[in-house]
């Protein structure tokens, strides 16, 4: 059967692997919806759309009878945790809603959330946590639109024949994007070559703690491929998984790994802000790429320097227990220090870094 995906979120960290993914396997369909222009080659259809807007929503989508798949990884930041709920729930119905009433051949709906349904952001939590923990005290929007999938999934008339649901909740997505709120990977390249370029070592700009935490990370490709297969497998039908590489690594261990690809001494703690320290460095970007030939990149677009805060002032062991995807049939892992070095190589060759 045809297969045609609709992916929320398309030009994000996670949404651009997952439509790249999707082209690659050759035997889908694909619609992106975005507010902006796709930055690389693909042969996708992009759909300028705000999904805050019902009207829009209703206006563009409904015209969408043949959608089988929708994966939904979109995402509105705001200035306080707070804040989060109402716009991302919102846009989720919006997408949800019309996508269900106007495709008669949908057979899933795949959800994105986070390991913050555990209160990894607020401080030390139950590790390694597992799907069946409670979540954090209210607010907390993934909660809050896992909630209304399950509710409005079970509600509708044609629940146990029709379309089916899952969700995945990675930590620190990895990967390439242009104007992401939560790329960690940019953030660490466009870090090092300044440092660099400064004639400093590479030294870690987080908290002591951090740096002897345990941490864990998850490939955006690696993602995107379990993402794909909770939406084509029976076995993860109205299903949450954590997802991540399948290792946890401590700062200490694998910075010196992170230092020797970009030929730079690795250094010890020196605990700063970046998005004050880096506030200033937009000339020096500019004037890298006009001395490297790199891509002319804005610098407010390369990096999410709050995000890059947020990771390296984590002074908590961030861990979750992947074995129900495992023992539900996914079984693909790799090495972190190993994902940063290809990231980082791919960077390189698209000459995004020297």
Known sequence: MKKKALVAGALGVIGRSLIQELERQGDWEVLGISRRIPDFETSSIYLSLDLLDREACENQLRGLKDITHLFYCAFQPRSSWA??????????????????????????????EGNKWYGSHLGPFRTPAREDD??????NFYVEQEHWLRNFHAQAPDADAGWNWSALRPHTVCGFSLNSPMNLSTCLAVYALISKELGLP????????????????????????????????????????????????????????????????????????????????????????????????????IAAWPFADYVFGTEWDVMTDT?????????????SDEMFVRIFQEFREQKVIP
């Not at 991302?88 to 959800?111: I, Y």
């Not at 409670?134 to 607010?139: F, I, K, Q």
């Not at 002897?212 to 084509?232: F, G, N, P």
């Not at 997802?243 to 700062?251: A, E, L, P």
Request: charged share 25%.
């Open 134 to 139: 409670p979540p954090h005290m209210a607010p």
């Open 83 to 112: 804040e989060h709920t109402a716009p991302n729930l919102a846009m989720l119905v919006h997408c949800v809603e019309t996508v269900t009433k106007a495709s008669t051949e949908l057979q899933h709906v795949q959800l994105i």
């Open 202 to 301: 590479l030294r870690f700009p987080g908290k002591p703690g951090a740096w002897e935490s345990i941490y864990q990370v998850c490939d955006s490709r690696h993602l995107a491929k379990a993402m794909i297969w909770c939406a084509t497998e029976e076995n993860a039908a109205n299903e949450v998984f954590n997802i991540t590489n399948g290792d946890y690594f401590r700062w200490k261990n694998i910075w010196g790994r992170i230092a020797e690809f970009f030929e730079m001494e690795p250094g010890e703690v020196q605990t700063i802000p970046l998005t004050e320290f880096m506030a200033d460095k937009e000339p020096l970007w500019e004037k890298l790429c006009e001395k490297y030939g790199l891509q002319k990149i804005p610098y407010s677009e």
């Open 323 to 335: 074995l129900k995807l495992r023992l539900h049939g996914f079984h693909e892992c790799l090495r």
